[in-house]
């Protein structure tokens, strides 16, 4: 009998979890759970008996892999995929997959959420601004990227996008102006979301020069990973804009300077919850699960990213 492994440090909501066994033993697969693990021996113990994986951001480096005796697939329930070693994956003849577009609303509404909570000042009872006629950049359209600028279109802002991987038309539809450069999109907007992923070419491409650039009441939303941020070049930023503020979905490594020295200015989850919805869990584990069966009964391999 074929075995699949649920790890995930951060479980699903249990609707999600019923979901996917119910897709894995229609299967006439067994599913194992190891579910808020502590050590990531234990992941690499877990792995040892498997034929497939999912996992969230859970971290499916090398040594996992190599555990895998049996492992033919991981997917990542969720868009990005910067946590599995995709090298050794591709090494070891492991298809590698991420459910694109399943948890993207849930990401775009807490990155809305974010703006409005600190537009009106955590709610601690001053006077704050809103988010209507202010200009929105989107720094990538992809599912996110589209979702946000759905929700941000019924508070009345004004909508741009940077994405040189997305037809301009497509964002026009939207209601969003395609502008050419990064540059123009950071001068140009007071509130910056971020959605490109985590790699080679954008880890710290966000840093000072950019952040600097941005007109007055400047706030850079990161819903995507702490990793593209240049944080020596957003701590100087913070210095010298005192109007510049920060909302991250996960904290940065500088968390203890950022609120030691610019209190009001920032907000951080503890934990990365932008896919943290019910919702999220059953689009996002449901589709993994579905995916699993696909390729280990069809061979099908529509969304696998290590080609
Ligand atoms: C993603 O890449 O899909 C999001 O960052 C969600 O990550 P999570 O599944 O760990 O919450």
Known sequence: MKKVLVATDKPF?????DGIRQII????????LLEKYTEHSDFVKAVEQVDAVIIRSDIADREVIEAGKNLKIIVRAGAGYDNIDLAAATEHKIVAMNTPGQNSNAVAELAIG???YMARNAYNGSSGTELRDKSLGIHAYGNVGK???GIAKGFGMKLYAYDPYVDASAMEKDGVKPLASVEELY???QYISLHIPANAQTKKSIGFE????MPKG???????RKEVIDEEGLLKVFEARPDFKYLSDIEPDCKA???????GRYFFTPKKMGAQTSEANVNAGLAAARQIVDFLENGITTFQVNK
């Open 114 to 116: 974010m703006m409005i």
């Open 13 to 17: 909501a249990k609707v999600a979890v």
């Open 218 to 224: 400047a706030t850079l939303v990161n819903t995507a």
């Open 257 to 263: 300077d950022v609120s030691e020295k610019f209190a």
């Open 147 to 149: 979702y946000v600028a």
């Open 25 to 32: 033993e229609k299967a006439g697969y067994e599913l194992l």
């Open 210 to 213: 950019l952040l600097s650039s």
């Open 187 to 189: 001068s140009k907007c």
